[in-house]
């Protein structure tokens, strides 16, 4: 198992952007699938974007076109630029690792998880 600790959170105005960050220890984001979840009081966990092995993006409906996955290799993390923040964006961010087979936003088996970052947008 690797070690997953977000960063970044805040709180945002409507129309604004913030980026979130996720520092991977024990290992390289170059050998996993990862992806980033957001989970908002009372509602499940939702997947919303994922990036392969290859850099291969996917994303959510609900995010496509406002965020950007991406893998910063010489930093070991993974990042969220999240842009046109709306108040429905307002959760709890997550991001997570697996391993690098059938990599999709909607996957079901990622197995390891970070404690979490707090996006609030008003």
């Known amino acids: 198992h690797v070690q997953l600790v977000e960063s970044g959170g805040g709180s945002v105005q409507a129309g604004g952007s913030l980026r979130v960050s996720c520092a991977l220890s024990?290992?390289?984001?170059?050998?996993?699938?990862m992806g980033w979840f957001r989970q908002a009081p009372g509602k499940e966990r939702e997947g919303i974007a994922s990036?392969?092995?290859?850099?291969?993006?996917t994303y959510a409906t609900s995010v496509q076109g406002r965020f950007c996955i991406s893998k910063d290799t010489a930093k070991n993390t993974l990042d969220l630029q999240m842009d046109s923040l709306t108040p429905d964006d307002t959760a709890m961010y997550y991001c997570?690792?697996?391993?690098?087979?059938?990599?999709?936003?909607?996957?079901?088996?990622?197995?390891?998880w970070g404690q979490g970052t707090q996006v609030t947008v008003s």
């Open positions: 997570a690792a697996k391993l690098p087979f059938e990599c999709y936003v909607d996957s079901s088996d990622f197995d390891n």
């Open positions: 990036i392969s092995k290859d850099d291969v993006p």
């Open positions: 024990g290992d390289t984001t170059s050998g996993y699938c």
